[in-house]
């Protein structure tokens, strides 16, 4: 089993920053990408960024490009997301989630293999 713990949400005006963590642990023994999804209220859980196991290849929503950027510390099995120039519509809650099949990032939910329980983002206007 591995085990995702994030952590960094919180509430921010628009215009401000926050980064998200993401701890993993338990059994990881090989290379793996990661990935950020979240969930506004009444709508379904969409991608947000990924990253391969190098760090070389990442993947943006168009919502958030140039804005969010998605990075990784493999010595301590952590992922993050800075979100920069928050928006009111950026407010969801915000999940990683780890592709042990493969070392290079999707932006398909289904191929993502376990999750964290989420953390909250609320951006306020």
């Known amino acids: 089993q591995v085990q995702l713990v994030e952590s960094g949400g919180g509430l921010v005006q628009a215009g401000g920053s926050l980064r998200l963590s993401c701890a993993a642990s338990?059994?990881?023994?090989?290379?793996?990408?990661a990935g950020w999804f979240r969930q506004a209220p009444g709508k379904e859980r969409e991608f947000v960024a990924a990253?391969?196991?190098?760090?070389?290849?990442?993947y943006y929503a168009d919502s958030v490009k140039g804005r969010f950027t998605v990075s990784r510390d493999n010595a301590n099995n952590t992922v993050y997301l800075q979100m920069n120039s928050l928006k009111p519509e950026d407010t969801a809650v915000y999940y990683c989630?780890?592709?042990?099949?493969?070392?290079?990032?999707?932006?398909?939910?289904?191929?993502?293999?376990?999750w964290g329980q989420g953390t909250q983002v609320t951006v306020s206007s």
């Open positions: 990253i391969s196991w190098s760090g070389q290849i990442t």
């Open positions: 338990g059994r990881i023994f090989s290379v793996y990408a």
């Open positions: 989630a780890v592709d042990l099949s493969r070392s290079v990032p999707t932006m398909t939910e289904g191929a993502y293999d376990y």
